[in-house]
């Protein structure tokens, strides 16, 4: 009996490697279709693009951080953009029940605060992945990207919104 | 036949929502396994650790950006940690092959000075998801995130890194 998950989880991964295929790396696999689309979305497993667009390897480039909150993603943006040179547009999905909608500011400080050494500066300082309002979030994240300066120019002429319901596994446009 | 793939996802959602079965809201799902373990891990498709770690649904929650790295993620960490309040390790894994092995600060940098009023400290202030070795960027992040005062001590503590080979299928500790 292993003595925390993670030791469990590393024994899976021994069984799993037995019937792995190795993957190609990308100087074997030229010609091979890449994405077009960035989806910019929540970690939260419900909300799942690769299942609710039935998508293909080679359509998207997905980002999945906590409510799918653009501004800690700028860098990553680029990176992806720069070394793809595929992208066409982004795509940003927040969706119904995500946990940014049920967490307060006022909590995170609270929890961070409780560390030693850690000030009200540093706790106000975090950028977090907040949601008050699920149309106004996807809004405010479209016109983040809309309004960068440093994300190239068609890729900010087409972000577009959506929210994505958990209940119905429908994804409308905002 | 749509327009751009965005049209095209669009309707295979229509088509997926049929046969979906409506995911449970946190207030329905009171009991349910909550994850111990805070996998970082990069976006790339090959590096897949539900895959390679064989896992269930609440062993672990992800988040998946370019090369893994840790930097830009620090809030979201302290968000997941506060809003779930089960987590217990955190494990960083970069794997072979890793885009960000592939690109340089400087082609990033060239790609977004070519937008119009971008200046070169525009581009020195992007954290991006650069690994020139491989070994050492988990060992780095891992270091990241054991000298960091604002994460909760006992994730500190128990943070650990890897590095997943591709081609294997393996995971090894760094």
Do not use: W
Not at 76 to 89: N, P, R, T, V
């Amino acid at each position: 009996m292993a003595e925390s998950l993670v030791d469990e989880i590393l024994e899976r991964n021994k069984n799993f490697a037995v019937a792995h295929r190795p993957y190609r790396f990308f100087s074997e696999s030229q010609g091979q279709k890449r994405p077009s689309i960035l989806i910019i979305t929540c970690l939260d497993l419900r909300c799942n693009p690769e299942e609710f667009f039935s998508l293909l390897p080679g359509d998207a480039a997905i980002l999945r951080v906590g409510g799918g909150r653009v501004a800690p993603l700028i860098a990553q943006i680029i990176s992806l953009d720069c070394f793809l040179g595929s992208l066409k547009e982004i795509m940003v999905i927040h969706h119904t029940d995500c946990g940014a909608t049920h967490m307060t500011e006022k909590r995170i400080h609270d929890h961070v605060l409780k560390e030693d050494g850690v000030t009200i500066e540093d706790a106000t300082q975090l950028v977090l992945p907040f949601i008050t309002d699920l149309e106004q979030s996807v809004r405010d994240d479209v016109k983040l990207l809309k309004t960068s300066r440093i994300i190239r120019r068609e890729l900010r002429d087409h972000a577009s919104g959506y929210l994505y319901d958990v209940k119905s596994g429908l994804v409308r446009r905002v």
